[in-house]
């Protein structure tokens, strides 16, 4: 059941889109890559191939699990406090698992790292954005955008589409390593702020989310 009402306010964008000025989202992130870094390296020299694409830094690798589609700021205090402990039941429900991550694929407005297998993933997924709507009253939880994947990169909102995309592809699929394995263990609560361009996304930690043992 819902228990809070965000303020009114624009429309949530769809995914790559700018945001409302002034907005931030809380986003339910995995963020424990550090394994995936070198990987991410490996494929630095075909990404600086991409005309528009904007490296993602290391810090700020992640994969989006489950995402609050409002204004961060219109959800108060208590509300964001029995989210934190709603996501935390849920995630609890769910033992660790380990995940692929890679290879790299070139979508139109990111290059990304696949992640497999989707099952577990996807419980995740289903069980984050269940929470949310169970507390932060509008239906504004939603999933990852398509199958689960961690972006190398990101092109700016206005940056015209690369003709050579396929091409970037195929020069992707001959990066060695090109993936590796990590376990899930935990995701975080954050708040994420999106930069002027839509191109960067960085956040504010709230809150860590544990799997259960």
Known sequence: MNTSAPATGPKAPNSGQRWPEGWTKLHVYLTDLDQVKAVAESYRGVIDLAAGDKHVPHEWLHATVASVECDAASIDGPTRE???????????EIKAFPLTIGPALAATGAIMLD????TEFRRLVNACVDAVNEIVEGDHG??????????????????DADPRRGAIQNKLRDVRPGRTEITVSGVDLV???????????????IARLPLGE
């Open 82 to 92: 029995k989210l934190i402990g709603r996501l935390r039941e849920k995630t609890a």
């Open 115 to 118: 992640t497999f297998p989707d």
């Open 191 to 205: 708040r994420v702020i999106q930069s002027v361009d839509a191109s960067t996304y960085t956040w504010e930690h």
């Open 142 to 159: 939603r999933p990852c955008g398509g199958p689960g994947h961690v972006s190398l990169s990101y092109r700016s909102a206005d940056t």
